[in-house]
């Protein structure tokens, strides 16, 4: 079963800490891209990547927030000295292109919460 | 600036009836959408989408119309199972030139399908 993987599922952290959310999009996938559901919300674009190249990070916060997908490997989005309000779900979903009529396949999601 | 409007918080509907899940949008270069389905702890999953240059696309039980005058977009789902009870998110890519392929979601329907 190829579909996308995001790991931790669940994570827990305190104020201050960093949190580390991976995804490995779908076999023959390239383009990854972070969303943020925050409690009773839609989910919110935060950015897309290709292999090692970020293409859009028009909805990323503008501190503390990074994400990065290397030549081999997982995607990552970190988010440093994190805070309360930084609790969300996080889900990255994946295409094989890009024309803008391509559908995104989506992972379960990492929940993140930050006591 | 909410570009892609879910109206109805929540739908209740009888099994075998049909479900109606309106979308609103105000960008008119939108020029896809899509419709995901997300139960609770699980990603979004993908259900139908349908491009501009249509104004139906149907796939068994879930059927998609899009009114572009309207700038307003509905599922169908028709007969409801209890099974199709989750929230629903309509989204939509597009955006003119340099469009990425980021989604825009609404902020999603929950379909309750009584027995």
């Known amino acids: 079963n190829a579909g996308v993987m995001q790991n931790p599922r669940h994570l827990v952290r305190r104020r201050g800490q960093e949190a580390r959310l991976r995804c490995s999009p779908m076999k023959g996938h390239s383009h990854v891209y972070w969303y943020r559901q925050l409690p009773e919300e839609g989910l919110k674009f935060m950015v897309y990547?290709?292999?090692?190249?970020?293409?859009?990070e028009s909805g990323m916060p503008k501190e503390r927030f990074s994400a990065e997908f290397p030549k081999e490997g997982p995607s990552i989005l970190r988010i440093q000295q994190v805070v309360r309000g930084d609790s969300a779900a996080y889900f990255c979903?994946?295409?094989?292109?890009?024309?803008?009529?391509?559908?995104?396949?989506f992972g379960p999601g990492t929940r993140l919460l930050v006591l | 600036d909410q570009q892609v409007k879910q109206n109805s918080p929540s739908l209740s509907v009888q099994e075998g009836r049909i479900s109606i899940l309106n979308c609103d949008y105000t960008n008119s270069m939108f020029d896809y959408f899509l419709w995901y389905k997300k139960y609770p702890a699980e990603g979004p999953t993908f259900l139908i989408s349908i491009s501009s240059i249509k104004d139906k696309n149907e796939d068994g039980r879930f059927t998609v119309f899009l009114n572009k005058s309207a700038k307003h977009l509905s599922l169908h789902i028709v007969p409801s199972q209890p099974g199709d009870s989750a929230v629903y998110f309509c989204?939509?890519?597009?955006?003119?030139?340099?469009?990425?392929?980021?989604?825009?979601f609404g902020q999603g329907t929950t379909l309750q399908v009584k027995p």
């Open positions: 989204a939509a890519s597009g955006g003119g030139s340099g469009n990425t392929g980021k989604l825009i």
């Open positions: 990547l290709q292999k090692e190249n970020i293409i859009d």
């Open positions: 979903a994946s295409s094989k292109t890009t024309s803008g009529r391509e559908t995104q396949y």
